[in-house]
């Protein structure tokens, strides 16, 4: 999980910044993004994709990685979803996350600086930059970027339940589990559901 921090150290960025996100699938809620810089390598809890450890696992993880990083979180809500797609969306969530680090770190320090995405998008960076798929199963600072986004946007849905108690979204966050469709089909979509999202409901 460390070989992309390593070889980037080796060509002088000692500042790697691991970005990921989290709710491009759900039909509800907002996409949330994180973008970290560990500060050490060493961990208490198990780093890895975050949809790879149970949800009591990301939550230890969340905590620390908070306390070993220099991070920000950016979220997109559902209506500009609607308005620009999933993965404009995405990706804005993801350069918002990126720009609120940047501006935690020394203007002098910039030159350092790597960031490592996961996935296959372009951006528009003033700094060197590199796509991985499936990099949150590859870099511990995407891995760690992972978690932070997934119990960030956990924790919105879980507010949003207390809102629309009806729909579940304490249970499956906005993702389309057959439970949710049939509650989707009976009582339709609420205020946070991605309009362009409900074609499922077609089928």
């Given amino acids: 999980m460390l070989r992309y921090e390593r070889k980037l150290k080796k060509q002088g960025f000692d500042l790697i910044i691991g970005v990921d ?3 491009r699938g759900p039909l509800a809620g907002p996409v949330v993004a994180a973008a970290v810089l560990l500060k050490s390598f060493q961990f208490d ?3 890895d994709d975050s949809k790879k450890l149970s949800a009591s696992r990301r939550r230890r993880a969340f905590f620390e990685i908070k306390n070993k990083s220099l991070y920000a979180i950016a979220a997109v809500d559902h209506q500009r979803i ?3 797609n999933i993965l404009q969306a995405t990706k804005l969530a993801m350069q918002k996350a990126i720009s609120g680090l940047l ?3 020394k203007p002098e320090e910039l030159g350092r600086i790597f960031v490592i995405i996961d996935g296959n998008m372009r951006f528009e960076l003033d700094i060197p930059y590199q796509s991985i798929i499936g990099g949150d199963g590859k870099s511990l600072s995407i891995a760690a970027s992972s978690i932070l986004a997934k119990v960030n946007r956990d924790s919105l849905m879980e507010k949003f339940h207390k809102v629309y108690p009806e729909y579940g979204f ?4 906005g993702y389309p589990t057959l439970k949710h469709r049939m509650i989707l089909r009976k009582i339709g979509p609420s205020a946070i559901h991605r309009k362009s999202f409900l074609r499922c409901l077609e089928t």
């Fill in 170 to 173: 304490n249970q499956h966050k």
């Fill in 45 to 47: 809890n198990r780093i």
């Fill in 103 to 105: 501006k935690k770190i």
């Fill in 21 to 23: 996100e989290a709710g």
């Fill in 82 to 84: 609607d308005r620009i």
